[in-house]
């Protein structure tokens, strides 16, 4: 290991631990929910050895901030918080909170940004601490517990010469991730949206049993693991997944120019991909405030498009040749800054374009809509003048092409769909939430004529019609028809705002 990467791997460590720690922190100035006296007796419940917290515990508040990654926790409040260690603590939970009629919402990274796992009453099943990981080198897959992050897995597929198309962030759980879709990290020739790379999983259905989903065995809860995300009715204990060589190289070129100049970056990137065969390079423009431009600069000044092709290849030769279109197109000789050919490896990927210091990556008050499109380029342009209105200088709009998604009998993800385009709000107080969620809802008039549909990992959840346009309509009526037959008395919580 060299020294610029055991570095580069501390700070991400060091971030990630700060990240934790704004949890607790942010919980210090929560109001206690506890009346001054004695402390009532902790709940038990049989065959669950992990952590219980209920709503009259003094650290509930603590617990429940906790849940989600971001700072704008909902304002929602589940009874009873549940800390499952193994999946005998889960099976237990699921049997209690059938009994007792306590909704169940699961848990696994906290990244949902808009924090579905909090609900009102009921249960929170969290398995963030089921983190353990298995690699199976001679198979090429990985055996996961739901709470791993992205960053875990990266390390210990690599210490084996494989990988996995991981989120761009290396703090996510890779729970709700795969089973959302999984816009990952090398997807093109990486077995496309990471859900699909899910070959076998553990599930604890309604009825308290530990079920297994593969191709042969329960097939229908195969089907339904594989995409539907944060409205899945069960808990998943663990997933089978599988993984692909270690791309021995791995360069990025980026081009940036001014937010006026979206036109010309969008017009020689179709030029390109209808010139040469780049469908092995990962491509994506960010509309982002400069970072090094004040917040306060007027957009003309601020505001650019941060465009990077990013190649995955057995050998530098190859990479390099894959980037080649687009250092000799107009992104190169028309751009204001360009860094070409630049080596990473994953963790440097995530230090240098998705760390937590990056707008996409920093904790802070967060809201998220988006579109699956086979416009990206004129998506983008739809959504540019908004863009330059930007109520903060961390929002921004993130295009990621070339997806190539196949549709598959064996998955409810739905879309095939070209290009992901989300719209992110980043801001830091309270006082601001209103004009950021304005901002995010003016935004989906301008992106909805080019929809194919949505990314279900990444909806608004105020605006729950949205849940539905993630599938096709005869996926969406499976996932609703399985709902009723793996758990007809409603033990788990549908998408928010679906009863
Ligand atoms: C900084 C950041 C970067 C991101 N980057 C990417 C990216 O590059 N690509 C991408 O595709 N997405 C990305 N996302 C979105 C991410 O995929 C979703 O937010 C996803 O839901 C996060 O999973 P989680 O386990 O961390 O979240 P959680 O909030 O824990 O889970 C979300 C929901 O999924 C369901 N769920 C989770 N675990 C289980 C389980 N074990 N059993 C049953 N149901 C479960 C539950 O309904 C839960 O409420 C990013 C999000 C953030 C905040």
């Given at each position: 290991?060299?020294?610029?990467h055991?570095?580069s791997r501390?700070?991400?460590?060091?971030?990630?631990?700060?990240?934790t720690?704004?949890?607790?922190?942010?919980?210090?100035?929560a109001p206690?929910?506890l009346a001054?006296?004695?402390?009532?007796?902790?709940?038990s419940?049989?065959?669950?050895?992990?952590?219980?917290?209920?709503?009259?515990?003094?650290d509930?508040?603590l617990?429940?901030?906790?849940?989600?990654w971001?700072?704008?926790?909902?304002k929602r409040?589940p009874?009873?918080?549940?800390?499952?260690r193994?999946?005998s603590?889960?099976?237990?939970?699921v049997?209690y909170?059938?009994?007792?009629?306590?909704k169940?919402?699961?848990?696994?990274?906290?990244?949902?940004?808009?924090?579905?796992s909090?609900?009102?009453?009921g249960?929170?099943?969290?398995?963030?601490?089921?983190s353990?990981?298995?690699?199976?080198?001679?198979?090429?897959?990985?055996?996961?517990?739901?709470?791993?992050?992205?960053?875990?897995?990266v390390?210990?597929?690599?210490?084996?010469?494989?990988?996995?198309?991981?989120?761009?962030?290396?703090s996510?759980?890779?729970?709700g991730?795969?089973?959302?879709?999984?816009?990952?990290?090398?997807?093109?020739?990486?077995g496309?949206?990471s859900?699909?790379?899910?070959?076998?999983?553990?599930?604890?259905?309604?009825?308290?049993?530990l079920?297994?989903?593969?191709?042969?065995?329960n097939?229908?809860?195969?089907w339904?693991?594989?995409?539907?995300?944060?409205?899945?009715?069960?808990v998943?204990t663990?997933?089978?997944l599988?993984?692909?060589?270690?791309?021995?190289?791995?360069?990025?070129?980026?081009?940036?120019?001014?937010?006026?100049e979206?036109?010309?970056?969008?017009?020689?990137?179709?030029?390109?991909r209808?010139?040469?065969?780049?469908?092995?390079?990962?491509?994506?423009?960010?509309?982002m405030?400069?970072?090094?431009?004040?917040?306060?600069?007027p957009p003309?000044?601020s505001?650019?498009?941060?465009?990077t092709?990013?190649?995955?290849?057995?050998?530098?030769?190859l990479a390099?040749?894959?980037l080649?279109?687009?250092?000799q197109?107009?992104?190169?000789?028309?751009?204001?800054?360009?860094?070409?050919?630049?080596?990473f490896?994953?963790?440097?990927?995530y230090?240098?374009?998705?760390?937590?210091?990056d707008?996409?990556?920093?904790c802070?008050?967060?809201?998220?809509?988006?579109?699956?499109?086979?416009q990206?380029?004129?998506?983008?342009q739809?959504?540019?003048?908004?863009f330059?209105n930007?109520?903060t200088?961390d929002?921004?709009v993130?295009?990621?092409?070339?997806?190539?998604?196949a549709?598959?009998?064996?998955?409810?993800?739905?879309?095939t769909?070209?290009?992901?385009?989300g719209?992110?709000?980043?801001?830091?107080?309270?006082?601001?939430?209103a004009?950021?969620?304005?901002?995010?809802?003016a935004?989906?008039?301008l992106?909805?004529?080019?929809?194919?549909?949505?990314?279900?990992?990444?909806v608004?959840?105020r605006?729950?019609?949205?849940f539905?346009?993630?599938?096709?309509?005869?996926?969406w009526?499976?996932l609703?028809?399985?709902?009723?037959?793996?758990?007809p008395?409603?033990?788990?919580?549908?998408?928010?705002?679906?009863?």
């Open positions: 290991m060299n020294n610029e055991s570095s501390r700070r991400t460590l060091k971030q990630l631990a700060g990240m720690a704004l949890g607790a922190l942010n919980a210090l100035h206690n929910t001054a006296g004695p402390k009532p007796p902790r709940l419940i049989p065959g669950v050895g992990g952590k219980i917290i209920r709503r009259q515990d003094p509930y508040e617990w429940r901030q906790a849940m989600v971001h700072q704008s926790k909902p409040y009874d009873v918080i549940v800390q499952a193994n999946d603590d889960v099976i237990a939970a049997k909170a059938a009994k007792k009629r306590l169940i919402a699961v848990r696994s990274g906290g990244h949902n940004s808009n924090g579905s909090l609900r009102d009453g249960m929170l099943i969290d398995v963030s601490a089921m353990a990981i298995r690699i199976d080198a001679a198979k090429q897959s990985a055996s996961v517990q739901p709470g791993t992050r992205a960053l875990g897995l390390q210990a597929a690599r210490d084996e010469g494989l990988s996995f198309p991981v989120p761009h962030c290396p996510v759980g890779l729970g991730f795969t089973m959302g879709g999984g816009i990952g990290w090398n997807y093109p020739q990486r496309g949206v859900t699909h790379s899910i070959v076998g999983a553990d599930v604890v259905t309604a009825d308290g049993r079920r297994r989903a593969t191709p042969t065995e097939p229908d809860l195969y339904a693991i594989r995409g539907a995300g944060p409205g899945f009715f069960g998943v663990r997933l089978d599988q993984l692909y060589p270690l791309p021995k190289a791995i360069l990025a070129s980026s081009y940036i120019f001014p937010l006026a979206l036109e010309t970056v969008n017009t020689t990137l179709d030029a390109i209808t010139q040469h065969d780049v469908t092995r390079v990962e491509l994506i423009t960010v509309l405030h400069h970072p090094e431009v004040p917040a306060d600069a003309e000044q505001k650019i498009c941060f465009f092709a990013f190649a995955f290849e057995d050998s530098e030769e390099k040749r894959a080649q279109p687009f250092a197109s107009a992104l190169a000789s028309k751009c204001l800054v360009k860094m070409e050919n630049q080596p490896d994953f963790e440097g990927l230090e240098r374009y998705f760390s937590l210091n707008p996409a990556g920093r802070a008050r967060y809201a998220v809509d988006n579109v699956l499109t086979n990206g380029g004129k998506t983008l739809a959504l540019a003048a908004h330059r930007a109520p200088k929002c921004h993130l295009a990621s092409f070339n997806m190539q998604i549709a598959k009998a064996d998955s409810c993800f739905s879309s769909a070209d290009c992901f385009v719209f992110y709000a980043i801001w830091d107080d309270e006082k601001d939430d004009r950021n969620y304005e901002w995010i809802k935004a989906l008039p992106m909805d004529p080019f929809a194919e549909g949505h990314y279900v990992n990444e608004e959840g605006h729950p019609d949205r539905r346009q993630c599938f096709s309509e005869v996926n009526n499976r609703q028809a399985l709902r009723r037959q793996y758990d008395a409603g033990v788990f919580h549908h998408y928010l705002g679906q009863t």
